[in-house]
Nanobody, 122 residues
Framework: QVQLVESGGGLVQAGGSLRLSCAAS????????MGWFRQAPGKEREVVAA????????YYANSVKGRFTISRHNAKNTVYLQMNSLKPEDTAVYYC???????????????WGQGTQVTVSS
């Protein structure tokens, strides 16, 4: 079983950047595919990005493609989401998740963090 803790959220102006981190404990993440999701007030949770166990395969939602980058450092048991050119519509709670299967664009991950708030002002 793996525990996930997100960090790095905050308030940023439009056009700015943030890097989110997801630190895992309880198990090595090298055997897990990882995903980043977000949920804005009044909206459904949506997948943002996903990465497979060795980091070769990556998926991005169309809304973030070219602006966000997902990466992982298995030795540090951490996954990252670099977010550039942020827009007000990126405002949401961001969650990381882990699953033994790589499931780009899917939501059925086994393990979830508590989330970190990202607010982008216009």
């Amino acid at each position: 079983q793996v525990q996930l803790v997100e960090s790095g959220g905050g308030l940023v102006q439009a056009g700015g950047s943030l890097r989110l981190s997801c630190a895992a404990s309880g198990s090595t993440i090298s055997t897990y595919a990882m995903g980043w999701f977000r949920q804005a007030p009044g909206k459904e949770r949506e997948v943002v990005a996903a990465i497979n166990q060795n980091g070769v395969a990556r998926y991005y939602a169309n809304s973030v493609k070219g602006r966000f980058t997902i990466s992982r450092h298995n030795a540090k048991n951490t996954v990252y989401l670099q977010m550039n050119s942020l827009k007000p519509e990126d405002t949401a709670v961001y969650y990381c998740a882990a699953d033994e299967s790589y499931m780009p664009a899917a939501y059925e991950y086994d393990y979830w963090g508590q989330g970190t708030q990202v607010t982008v002002s216009s």
